[in-house]
Structure formats: structure tokens, C-alpha cells
């Protein structure tokens, strides 16, 4: 389970400088992880799509571009991050908690959610919800952050999650705690098979996961019918 509240105060700190603080840390690899979302999700040829935990809206942007005839609306509970939505010419937005989508059942064609079902209170019960608002043979994506399983790689991996990206995210942003707490969510977040049963788990079908950048990222996707 996290903290809600300490959740919605730490990226209410660090909202102006997320964006940067992003890109720095991954080196701009995530402008890659979301285009290739994008791509994917393009394929389901969408109506209606929601991006949850939109933040700055980074990944409803590029989806924007995929997904030109679909309509995609972005919720977020943490208003200041919406804010730097807005900034980023995105206004299709709504204040919403990702454990009560204030949707009707079955409202989208595809659910995105890109590095934000880490932080909600109960996953189980987040996956649920979201199936929920899902048409009968929607899709849902989510893209996080994993914990590589090569040898080498894995340790290096740790070392800089533990005791660099803090230190430089904390010098961008200002909010080093923050970051501690995301950094250490990593690895306490479920990937690769363990993902996968939970979302069977919670009733979605024809789960499979897109390991990005030797496993430092996942791609889960998975269908509803």
C-alpha cells in the first residue's frame, strides 16, 4: 500500500521541474518508451481513450499524435501536475483518483497509465478499477519502471536508483525526498511475470510485457474480453 497523501505532496513539489528532471535522469529515453506505447495503442485504432496519472501530459501528447480521430482525455489527482499539462498545450483534463474513476462502466476503447500505478494505494484494486471503466474488449497499458534480470546489468541498475538518481533529481527538483521514495517504489513494484499474474489476477486476458532498455522499463499489455 502507498501513502496517498504523501504521494499528491511529493509530485505537487516537484511538478514544475518533473519534466526535466525525466528526461535528465533517463537520458531522454523515456521519449522513446512513450512513442512506442503510442505506437502500439495506435494499432487498437481507439475512439476514446484515458491517459490516468497524465501528470504533465507527456504520454497523452504523444498519443495525441498517434491517435489523431480518438479522443483522449487525461485525469490526475495531483492538480499541480495537470497544471504543467496545461502549460504543454493539453486542456482535455479532469481531477480524478485512479481508485474511483468518476466514469461510467465501460467508457474507453484503451487505458494508459505510464509510471503511475506504482504509486496508487492498492494495485489490485487500481487494476480493477480501471478494467471497469474498459469496454468488453478494451485494452489497457501500463508503462513503468522494472528491475533488469541480467547479471550485470541489474546491480549497476540498483546502484544508480539507490544512490544517484536521488542525489540528481534532488538537485533539479529541489525535493530529494521525493525521489528517494520514487526510486525506492521501483523496486518494491512488481514486474515482468509477477505483473503479469497480478493483472490476470484482476480479470484481464492475453497479458504480455515489451521489456525496454534491457528490462529498466516495461510495457504491460493486456485486454479486457
Not at 70 to 92: C, T, Y
Not at 97 to 125: E, I, K
Not at 162 to 172: C, D, F, L
Request: aromatic share 10%.
Amino acid at each position: 500500500m502507498q501513502d496517498a497523501g504523501f504521494v499528491k505532496n511529493a509530485f505537487a513539489g516537484i511538478a514544475s521541474r518533473y519534466v526535466l528532471a525525466n528526461h535528465v535522469l533517463s537520458l531522454g529515453i523515456d521519449v522513446l518508451w512513450r512513442s512506442m506505447t503510442a505506437r502500439l495503442v495506435a494499432e487498437k485504432h481507439p475512439k476514446r481513450i484515458l491517459d490516468l496519472a497524465t501528470g504533465s501530459g507527456d504520454l497523452a501528447q504523444t498519443l495525441r499524435k498517434s491517435c489523431p480521430d480518438a479522443k483522449i482525455l487525461g485525469a490526475d489527482f495531483s492538480v499541480p501536475m495537470m497544471r504543467e499539462a496545461q502549460h504543454r498545450n493539453f486542456h482535455h483534463l479532469i481531477a480524478a483518483d485512479g481508485m474511483a474513476l468518476p466514469f461510467q462502466d465501460a467508457s474507453f476503447d484503451v487505458l494508459t497509465v505510464a509510471f503511475g500505478l506504482r504509486n496508487m494505494a492498492s494495485w489490485p484494486d487500481a487494476l480493477r478499477e480501471m478494467r471497469r471503466v474498459l469496454s468488453g474488449q478494451g485494452h489497457l497499458f501500463v508503462l513503468d519502471f522494472s528491475l533488469p534480470t541480467l547479471p550485470l546489468v541489474r546491480p549497476a541498475y540498483l546502484f544508480y536508483l539507490k544512490n544517484i538518481m536521488p542525489r540528481v533529481a534532488g538537485w533539479i527538483t529541489g525535493q530529494r525526498k521525493a525521489y528517494e521514495y520514487l526510486c525506492s517504489s521501483v523496486e518494491q513494484f512488481p514486474s515482468g511475470h509477477v505483473m503479469e499474474k497480478l493483472m490476470k489476477d484482476c480479470g484481464y486476458n492475453e497479458v504480455r510485457t515489451h521489456k525496454l532498455s534491457l528490462g529498466i522499463a516495461s510495457l504491460y499489455i493486456a485486454r479486457v474480453g
